[in-house]
């Protein structure tokens, strides 16, 4: 079992920054990969970065390229999302995702095996 503990939400005004983190603990064995994935009111679940425990690999959709950056602290077992340049559409519950799976993209939801409950980021126009 692993559990993931996401905080550093809140509100901020448009062109701000904000850093989220995810607590994790548990098993470490086999663990391959974290993801931000991201749900705003009435849209569908959207994939935000990942990143690979072994080589600290990493992906962004095009919507948040150069403006987050997703990093991890191995010893203390966190990972974490600088968000910066905010936008109102980045308006959304942010999910912290693990996954003990090889060969996947790490892009789809299904891809993670164990998430956290969210933290509400709001961005203010």
């Known amino acids: 079992q692993v559990q993931l503990v996401e905080s550093g939400g809140g509100l901020v005004q448009a062109g701000g920054s904000l850093r989220l983190s995810c607590a994790a603990s548990g098993r470490t064995f086999g663990r391959r990969a974290f993801g931000w994935f991201r749900q705003a009111p009435g849209k569908v679940r959207e994939f935000v970065t990942s990143?690979?425990?072994?080589?600290?690999?990493?992906v962004y959709a095009d919507s948040v390229k150069s403006r987050f950056s997703i990093s991890r602290d191995n010893a203390e077992r966190m990972v974490y999302l600088q968000m910066n340049s905010l936008k109102p559409e980045d308006t959304a519950v942010y999910y912290c995702?693990?996954?003990?799976?090889?060969?996947?993209?790490?892009?789809?939801?299904?891809?993670?095996?164990?998430w956290g409950r969210g933290t509400q980021v709001t961005v203010s126009s």
């Open positions: 990143i690979t425990w072994s080589d600290g690999s990493t």
């Open positions: 995702g693990a996954s003990f799976h090889r060969g996947v993209s790490y892009y789809l939801w299904d891809d993670y095996d164990y």
